[in-house]
Nanobody, 126 residues
Framework: QVQLQESGGGLAQAGGSLRLSCAASGRTFNSNNMGWFRQTPGKDREFVAA????????TYADSVKGRFTISRDNAKNTNYLQMNSLKPEDTAVYYCAAARTTSTAVVTALYEYDYWGQGTQVTVSS
């Protein structure tokens, strides 16, 4: 059974940091794009960050650029989202996802992602 398991969410103060992890099991995603998305109640799931298979390319939503960093450790079949300078508007459920593409390009559209974790809540207080 293929699983993506997020961890590291929780409560942080504005200006603080959290590090999310996404551990894959059941298969390896070392050749696949990996991404992070987030969703708040009543809103569509939105792209946050993505990384290509070897970590050579990353891309970010404008709202998190300069504050969040995505990385991966293929030896551990795990990727990470380091979130710094958190803002209350970063409050959301964060989802890890694996894309079907194995290209060197980075994909950001939801339909490109076939596997999803169950999500981890991030709450930022002002």
């Amino acid at each position: 059974q293929v699983q993506l398991q997020e961890s590291g969410g929780g409560l942080a103060q504005a200006g603080g940091s959290l590090r999310l992890s996404c551990a894959a099991s059941g298969r390896t995603f070392n050749s696949n794009n990996m991404g992070w998305f987030r969703q708040t109640p009543g809103k569509d799931r939105e792209f946050v960050a993505a990384i290509n298979w070897n970590g050579g390319r990353t891309t970010y939503a404008d709202s998190v650029k300069g504050r969040f960093t995505i990385s991966r450790d293929n030896a551990k079949n795990t990727n990470y989202l380091q979130m710094n300078s958190l803002k209350p508007e970063d409050t959301a459920v964060y989802y890890c996802a694996a894309a079907r593409t194995t290209s060197t390009a980075v994909v950001t559209a939801l339909y490109e992602y076939d596997y999803w974790g169950q999500g981890t809540q991030v709450t930022v207080s002002s």
